[in-house]
C-alpha cells in the first residue's frame, strides 16, 4: 500500500524567505502527484499537478519537482508571504486510488 | 470561476441513522469523487466515480456507503447506518476527464458531519 509523508510536519519563517516543503512516497508507480494547500476549516485549493512523466511544474511564486525513481517531489515557494500562510498537502494517483501525505503547516510571519 | 459546492455545510445525526450528503461537480467534469478528513488526520480516498459507476474504492468505503448521480448535476454519498466513526469532514471532488483521469482535482468547502 503506497505511504505518503510530509517533511516537516511545521514551519515558521519570515516573511521573504524561499522555502522548500517535502513529499515522499513509497511505491513509485505513480500516475501523478499534486499540490493542495488547505486552510483551517476549509476545502482544498489545488496549486500544482504533476504528471508521471514530467519533472517540474511551475506556477507564479511554485514550482514542483517529482522524482519517480526516488519517491520524491518538492514545493519550492519563492519570497514568501503572509498569506501563504496554510498546510500543504501533496496526494499520489496510484492507479486509480489517491493517498494523501499529513501535510505542512506553514506559518509566514509579518 | 466554475467550482464544486457541496450542501449542507454541517449535519448532525444519531447513531444508526442515514444521511444523504450532496455535490454538485463542475458542470463539464467527467470524472467525481468523495475524501474525508478525520479530525487531526489525512485525507483518506474513499470512492472514484465515473460514466456512471464505480470505478475505484478504497478499504473504508464498504457496504454502509454508496454513490449516485441521480440526475445530470448533483452527485451523492449515503451513509446508510451512521456510526460514531463516521464523524468526520467529507470532501467531494471532480475532475475533467482526460484519457486515464491525469488532470486536475478541484475540491469543495466539505461537509462536517458529527454523529452523536
Known amino acids: 500500500k503506497q505511504e505518503v509523508t510530509q517533511i516537516p510536519a511545521a514551519l515558521s519563517v519570515p516573511e521573504g524567505e524561499n522555502l522548500v516543503l517535502n513529499c515522499s512516497f513509497t511505491?513509485?508507480?505513480?500516475?501523478?502527484l499534486q499540490w493542495f494547500r488547505q486552510d483551517p476549516g476549509k476545502g482544498l485549493t489545488s496549486l500544482l499537478l504533476?504528471?508521471?512523466?514530467?519533472r517540474e511544474q511551475t506556477s507564479g511564486r511554485l514550482n514542483a519537482s517529482l522524482d519517480k525513481s526516488s519517491g520524491r517531489s518538492t514545493l519550492y515557494i519563492a519570497a514568501s508571504q503572509p498569506g501563504d500562510s496554510a498546510t500543504y498537502l501533496c496526494?499520489?494517483?496510484?492507479?486509480?486510488?489517491?493517498?494523501f501525505g499529513s501535510g505542512t503547516k506553514l506559518n509566514v510571519k509579518p | 470561476e466554475p467550482e464544486v459546492t457541496q450542501t449542507p455545510s454541517h449535519q448532525v445525526t444519531q447513531m444508526g441513522q442515514e444521511v444523504i450528503l450532496r455535490c454538485v461537480p463542475i458542470?463539464?467534469?467527467?470524472?467525481f469523487y468523495w475524501y474525508r478528513q478525520i479530525l487531526g488526520q489525512k485525507v483518506e480516498f474513499l470512492v472514484s466515480?465515473?460514466?456512471?459507476?464505480?470505478?475505484?474504492k478504497s478499504e473504508i468505503f464498504d457496504d454502509q456507503f454508496s454513490v449516485e448521480r441521480p440526475d445530470g448535476s448533483n452527485f451523492t454519498l449515503k451513509i446508510r447506518s451512521t456510526k460514531l466513526e463516521d464523524s468526520a469532514m467529507y470532501f467531494c471532488?471532480?475532475?475533467?476527464?482526460?484519457?486515464?483521469?491525469?488532470?486536475?482535482?478541484?475540491f469543495g468547502p466539505g461537509t462536517r458531519l458529527l454523529v452523536l
Open positions: 471532488a471532480s475532475s475533467g476527464g482526460l484519457a486515464g483521469g491525469q488532470e486536475t482535482q478541484y
Open positions: 511505491d513509485s508507480a505513480i500516475y501523478n
Open positions: 504533476i504528471q508521471s512523466s514530467q
Open positions: 496526494a499520489v494517483k496510484d492507479f486509480n486510488k489517491f493517498y
Open positions: 458542470s463539464n467534469h467527467l470524472y
Open positions: 466515480f465515473y460514466n456512471n459507476e464505480i470505478s475505484e
